[in-house]
């Protein structure tokens, strides 16, 4: 199997009616990019950056951020390579950010939460973003995205970070594109808004599973209803992409549902332009996608999904 695999190496994630789907990697920190080179992954999906603030017992630096940035870009050579701003509070606890105890901290102070409330911490962590976009094909995104308001203040706070770092005469690439998860039902039902501030959208499925069914991701026992196939969760998917298409942009999965070859032709029927995966599933999922034809089951499989 493994040769059968390698043999993929180099060959397009091409379906046999010529369509192309880029295969991305997720990773959690640059140690991770041997295994994504020796995959062939196409670009860096989701790079968690939650490594940085929980390996210390502080916040990471400027410097020490844009280190690690800029090896993933590099070695990613032009190649896009997604990083995801942090993604603290839930299940990623770091203390010296001295979060306050909160009964539900999955809908509580997380993530993009902690960053429009602490803008000093979001700040350094653009810097070093940006400065790092110099150096290969950086996009940033910013996750658990609710409203159209936090978008437009992170662009705002996006501006002001950029004309400082011009200002003081630093390098950065010309344009970064700027993108976020789809990972509520609220940013699901205000994709059509959204798309129009974004220049991509990746569909976070694990946490969209989690609050649309409303069923807690590390539950126990909760394994029979916590299901990513849920007719409610693919019909989410359907919804974002299409507002994405129409809005010009692109759409991807970085959930772990996106290695699931069982949903490939799914995906595909539904517009899904990128799946990001750990790399080990890079082959796979090629293989996968160079077996479908979509001009045979797409319309039953968009039919069925609408009557589900
Ligand atoms: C997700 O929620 O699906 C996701 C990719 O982000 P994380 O698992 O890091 O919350
Ligand atoms: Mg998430």
Redesign the pocket.
């Known amino acids: 199997l493994k040769e059968l695999l390698d043999q993929l190496k180099g060959k397009p994630n091409e379906t046999v009616d010529g369509k192309n789907i880029m295969v991305y990697c ?1 990773i959690g920190n640059p140690g991770d990019m041997d295994a994504v080179l020796a995959n062939d992954g196409g670009g860096i999906g ?1 790079f ?1 950056s ?1 490594f940085l603030y929980l390996q210390g017992n502080d916040y990471p630096t400027e410097e020490e951020q844009f280190q690690a940035y800029k090896t993933v870009a590099e070695r990613m050579g032009g190649k896009r390579v997604i990083i ?1 701003t942090l ?1 603290i509070g ?3 606890q770091a203390d010296y950010f001295n979060l306050d105890h909160e009964e539900n901290p999955a809908m509580g102070l997380r ?1 993009i939460r902690i960053c429009l409330t602490r803008p000093e911490v979001f700040k350094t962590q653009l810097r070093a973003l940006y400065r790092a976009s110099a150096y290969g094909k950086v996009a940033i995104m910013f ?2 995205i609710t409203s159209v308001w936090e978008v437009q203040e992170i662009k705002r706070i996006c501006k002001n970070v950029r004309e400082e770092l011009a200002a003081e005469g630093v390098p950065m690439a010309d344009y970064v594109e700027l993108g976020i ?1 789809i ?1 509520t039902p609220s940013a699901v039902m205000m994709s059509d808004r959204l798309a129009k501030e974004v220049d991509f959208f ?9 609050y649309t069914l409303a069923v807690d ?1 590390q539950g126990n026992n909760l394994d029979k209803f916590y299901d990513s196939h849920h007719p409610a969760v693919l019909r989410m998917l359907k919804m974002a992409a299409d507002n994405a298409h129409a809005a010009g942009i692109w759409i991807g ?5 996106g290695a699931d070859t069982s949903l490939t032709e799914t995906f595909l029927a539904i517009g899904i332009d990128e799946l ?1 995966v750990s790399p080990a599933s890079v082959l796979p999922l090629r293989n996968a996608i160079r077996s479908i034809d979509s001009r045979v089951n797409h319309d039953k499989i968009l039919n069925e999904l609408l009557q589900s």
């Open positions: 997720n989701l968690r939650e995801r993604d839930a299940d990623k993530a996750p658990m998860m990972e990746s569909v976070g499925t694990n946490d969209l599973t989690q991701r999965i970085c959930g772990e549902l990001s």
